[in-house]
């Protein structure tokens, strides 16, 4: 049978995967701290081998890889820009310190491939469409912590021949995305405070436009990246995971409720994101299937 670990699978896009691959007839590790903030509950699928624990801790770690994985999907991050701002030193440690813990226990048990789950705020201020050609601008220590583990990525691939893929992921949505706080994704958000009754708070002008991402879709990309065997000259890259069109958050909003009011503005946000999403495509197979507004329409 094949065994897949999933760090952070007991949150929002972790769980997703966690049902998918158990359903694929994977063998799953589960682990998660409960840390995110944000989510307003943590779903442990009872059918998975779920550990409470933290990826910078290497000899934890290494007990969970145990005797061996074929899989590996690294999803545990602080993953909130506004978060890392205020605790950058929390967020590099998570990101950092954890992503190079769970490389190098995947290279000592043997893993057949790591799929590192990465961020589109990596392109910071690059002209729209993103491409995985350009230049990182990270205007953050979210980013810039992220970007950091792609490079680790990259070097357990150049260094030691682990078959790694980063995914950089375009402001995904959908089930189980979390709602609490000011800091949890829009979306998110704006669902919340409709069915409170509540205005939705548009932060700064509102016509920052961001290219929306179904959790399904993610999902999607993980496994195919995972289980579909490539050139080895595609491992080690980084891949954009984006549906290739955007909006602006003033256009969602108005999708969703006529209760708006604006918000300061935020530091270390793009205006801009909008993934070119050709090579995924090319490499992978990976195809987006869900349309943002349809399933705003069917909430």
Not at 38 to 58: C, R
Not at 261 to 272: A, D, K, M, T
Request: hydrophobic share 35%; charged share 20%.
């Amino acid at each position: 049978m094949t065994k897949s670990l999933v760090t952070g699978g007991a949150g929002f896009i972790g769980s997703n995967l966690v049902d998918a691959l158990l359903e694929l007839g994977h063998e799953v590790i589960c682990v998660d701290n409960e840390s995110a903030e944000s989510n307003e509950e943590f779903y442990w699928n009872p059918k998975a081998y779920n550990v409470n624990g933290d990826i910078t801790d290497y000899k934890f770690m290494k007990n969970v890889f145990g005797n061996g994985v074929d899989y590996v999907f690294h999803l545990a991050a602080e993953s909130r820009i506004q978060p890392a701002i205020l605790n950058p030193i929390q967020a590099v440690n998570t990101n950092c310190v954890g992503t190079c813990t769970v490389l190098q226990c995947a290279r000592e048990a043997g893993a057949k491939k790591v799929i590192y789950s990465s961020t589109s705020s990596a392109y910071g201020f690059n002209k729209p469409p993103n491409s995985e050609q350009q230049p990182d601008d990270c205007l953050n220590p979210y980013s810039v912590s992220k970007v950091a583990g792609e490079k680790l990525c990259s070097i357990y691939k150049s260094l030691y021949g682990l078959k790694t893929v980063t995914l950089r992921y375009f402001n995904v949505y959908g089930e189980r995305q979390p709602i609490r706080g000011q800091y949890a994704p829009v979306i998110g958000i704006f669902l919340r405070q409709r069915a409170d009754a509540e205005p939705l708070t548009i932060v700064g002008d509102g016509e920052q436009r961001r290219d929306f991402t179904h959790v399904s879709d993610v999902v999607q990309a993980n496994i195919l990246a995972a289980t579909k065997e490539v050139d080895d000259q595609y491992y080690g890259c980084v891949y954009n995971v984006g549906n290739g069109e955007n909006y602006s958050i003033n256009e969602i909003a108005d999708a969703i409720s006529d209760n708006k009011i604006n918000i300061p503005p935020r530091e270390g946000e793009s205006r801009l994101t909008l993934a070119q999403n050709t090579l995924l495509t090319l490499i992978f197979g990976w195809r987006p299937q869900v349309n943002l507004m349809d399933w705003i329409k069917a909430q």
